[in-house]
């Protein structure tokens, strides 16, 4: 049974004292900082319970709050393969985060094992790790408080990225397998990635510097270390790498700022030269945009379409090279947010697949393709090689040196690319990867195809549950009405699309509008978002 006793000293040590709603949501928990301290002690507990359904399988832990505000953090589980969380889980975690009392939560917590058959015999085991939020080390703290509850074998990785610590607990669950991710520790990953990538630019020229916008967090000093395994091979420029400096990080710099804002950060301004490359990491280095000044000065963006498009057609060809083309099936899934214009030079060279928002979608429907690639547009995505597609890519017997060449190309990326989750550094190997094969620089990957203009506004109504939507989030069908309203805005541009749905991690509606040029996607989007209102 459970040890009540113990759990509920631990548990008045960490009283919910908020009266917040706190919400499991498609980024876990996240909240200003401060209020988050029952949160993690009851992830902790839930951890270890997940462990031992998992027959004593490791669950990881991450403390961050991504690309949101310094003083926001937040706490997500990973499951044993390295993914998300079980859905039916989340609702769960929500219901534990909300017990007022420790009565209450003792109480739901009991009904919670019953109703799951968790068989508390099981071992428990948890590997965790943080960003460098001011938050972390406390939030680490009341964490560790629950693993203690509960008794759970913890293992703390230190401050490190997300994607990281999903590769830690794939690579800890495969361990001594035949499907072995790789040696589980930080120097692991790094072998992993820094091998590949030497072998994938074998007699191609080394890269020209790559600048490097590390959002004044985690991943400045795992770009740092990432840097010396990769020596020459790799020229980086690290720039927002202050840390300790408060309210640095993700403030006028970082992936969601180049997204959101469409502007250079300005602390490059001086730095970057027209024509070079240039990227921004996010406060979790689990996204990644490209960016470079034109010879006219004039600013660009590769965003996480382009960067599917670049991988995906890379990849297409190579499997066309090696002779597979009949025995692999790849495809592409987008979200509605995807640029028209991407997915109409994707759709030309494989399937293209439109799933609702949120990470957990696309990865799942990745999954039902040989080798599935994801990216959404604001830089978080993999590509997934399945088990049997890595299988018969290493008992392949080529007939051709092209074709031996492409099948280890092929092998070398499922090696380099962070397969469990989107990895802005492994992502930023992988384009560099490409570039250096096809030749391109800025200029070239940018011109696959050009962006059409578009807009994302945010709109604050009043209840933002009655917004319903259904075809992967493109059409509304609640409050009734409305679509006809959008589809008429709509028709009235040229190459004119837009739809409208709820956030699911902020309180307001969104409303995204493409057309033929700025000012007609900032007029749409203002007008139908007046229409939502
Ligand atoms: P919401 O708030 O549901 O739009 C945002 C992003 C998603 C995804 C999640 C999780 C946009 C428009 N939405 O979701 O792509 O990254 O956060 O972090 O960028
Ligand atoms: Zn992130």
Redesign the pocket.
């Known amino acids: 049974s459970l040890p009540l006793g113990k759990i509920t000293l631990f548990s008045d040590l960490h009283p919910k004292l908020y009266p917040a709603y706190f919400n499991y949501g498609?980024?876990g928990f996240r909240m200003p900082g401060k209020v988050l301290d029952s949160v993690l002690f009851r992830v902790g507990i839930l951890a270890g319970l997940r462990s031992k359904k998992m027959d004593g399988k490791t669950v990881g832990i991450m403390v961050t709050a991504?690309h949101n505000p310094e003083t926001d953090n937040g706490v997500k589980m990973v499951d044993p393969r390295g993914e998300m969380l079980d859905s039916s889980w989340e609702v769960y975690a929500t219901t534990l985060a909300n017990s007022s009392t420790t009565e209450m939560f003792l109480s739901t917590l009991e009904e919670f094992v019953e109703a799951e058959k968790i068989d508390l015999s099981k071992p428990a085991r948890v590997v965790y790790a943080r960003d460098t939020r001011p938050s972390g080390p406390a939030l680490v703290a009341a964490l560790e408080d629950g693993f203690a509850a509960i008794g759970a074998e913890a293992r703390n990785a230190g401050i490190t990225t997300t994607p990281i610590l999903h590769y830690l607990v794939k690579a800890i669950n495969t361990k001594g397998t035949e499907e072995c991710f790789g040696d589980d520790s930080e120097h692991g990953y790094f072998t992993k990635l820094s091998e590949a990538f030497k072998k994938l630019l074998l007699g191609k020229p080394t890269p020209s510097p790559l600048v490097i916008d590390c959002a004044n967090g985690v991943g400045a000093p795992i770009a740092a270390k990432l840097a010396q395994y990769l020596a020459a091979s790799m020229p980086m420029l690290l720039t927002n790498t202050a840390i300790d400096n408060p309210g640095a990080l993700n403030n006028l710099c970082g992936a969601d700022y180049i997204k959101t804002t469409q502007k250079i950060p300005p602390s490059l301004m001086t730095v970057l030269q027209p024509g070079q490359r240039a990227c921004s990491l996010d406060g979790d280095a689990d996204r990644l945009m490209y960016y470079y000044l034109d010879s006219r000065g004039q600013y660009h963006m590769l965003d996480g379409d382009k960067i599917a498009a670049l991988v995906a057609s890379f990849i297409v060809e190579l499997v066309k090279a090696a002779g597979l083309e009949n025995r692999i099936k790849i495809g592409v899934v987008q979200?509605a947010?995807a640029n028209g214009s991407s997915t109409k030079y994707l759709s030309t060279r494989l399937p293209v697949k439109c799933v609702s928002?949120?990470?957990k979608h696309l990865h799942h429907a990745a999954e039902h393709y040989d080798v599935g690639i994801y990216f959404?547009?604001?830089g978080?995505g993999t590509v997934l090689f399945s088990q049997q597609i890595q299988n018969i890519l290493s008992g392949c017997q080529p007939s051709t040196l092209a074709q031996s060449i492409a099948i280890n190309h092929l092998i070398n990326l499922a090696q380099l690319i962070n397969q469990t989750v989107g990895d802005a550094l492994s992502d930023m190997l992988l384009v560099e990867v490409v570039l250096a094969h096809r030749s391109y620089g800025c200029v070239e990957w940018d011109s696959l195809y050009t962006d059409l203009p578009n807009r994302?506004v945010k709109v604050l109504v009043e209840d933002r549950n009655i917004f319903k939507t259904e075809d992967a989030e493109r059409r509304l069908v609640s409050p009734p009405g409305l679509q006809e309203k959008i589809n008429d805005l709509s028709h009235k541009y040229d190459s004119g699309r837009s739809f409208v749905r709820p956030?699911?991690?902020?309180d307001v509606v969104?409303v995204y509008a493409e057309a033929a040029t700025k000012q007609q996607a900032d007029e749409l989007a203002f007008r139908i978002a007046g229409v939502v209102y």
Do not use: P
């Open positions: 498609t980024a991504s979200t947010y928002t949120g990470v959404e547009a604001n978080h994302l956030s699911g991690t902020e969104r």
